[in-house]
């Protein structure tokens, strides 16, 4: 069951000229920042509020790698702006397997690494009205050791 928005991937040019826009327009900080080479971006998480299903929802804004990369094809061809919208799941494979039995594409045989050790799969926009979706299963939180 999809119980909330994750995030809304943004892609820009410049990470640190974006980050700093959204620090100095809205206040919001960066969460968390990684590199995922194998998706091809360098990104960083801004957090906007906590869930009521224990997650959170994100703003995710992403800046290419290389130039082979999914977000430097879309940002040569359309700019910067919305690039996707992701949805949060307990589980990522039974929603990913439902959706495809809807006959919706799923782009990943195998749910892939996201940001922040969460499980991640797409669906392709053009069987989504034009919006790039993401499902995502958060890492779990760890328990503290005793
Ligand atoms: C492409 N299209 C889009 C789109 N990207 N439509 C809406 N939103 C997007 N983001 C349209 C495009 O305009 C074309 O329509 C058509 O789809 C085929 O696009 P293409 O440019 O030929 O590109 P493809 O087919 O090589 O690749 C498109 C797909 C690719 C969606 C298959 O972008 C993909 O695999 N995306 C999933 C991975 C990804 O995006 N990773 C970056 C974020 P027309 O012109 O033919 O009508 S990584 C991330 O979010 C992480 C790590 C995380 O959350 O943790
Ligand atoms: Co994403």
């Known amino acids: 069951m999809l119980t909330r928005i994750d995030h809304i991937g943004i ?7 974006t980050v700093e826009f959204y ?8 969460f968390h920042s990684e590199v995922n080479e194998e998706q091809g971006v360098r990104e960083a998480m801004l957090k906007i509020n906590d869930t009521s299903d224990g ?16 977000v430097a094809k879309w940002l040569a061809k359309n700019g910067e702006g919305v690039h996707h919208i992701a949805f949060g799941t307990a589980d990522v494979d039974a929603d990913a397997a439902d959706i495809k039995g809807k006959g919706v594409r799923v782009l990943y ?3 892939r690494r996201g940001s922040m050790g969460s499980r991640i799969t797409f669906l392709h926009p053009k069987d989504c009205h034009g919006v790039l979706t993401e499902l995502v299963t958060s890492a779990p939180v760890e328990s503290p050791e005793h």
């Not at 620090?23 to 960066?30: D, K, L, P, S």
């Open 109 to 111: 045989e195998e749910p």
């Open 11 to 17: 892609a820009c040019f410049d990470l640190d000229k």
């Open 23 to 30: 620090r100095a327009t809205y206040g919001f900080e960066v």
């Open 55 to 70: 997650g959170a929802s994100y703003l995710q804004l992403l800046e290419p790698t290389r130039e082979d990369s999914t």
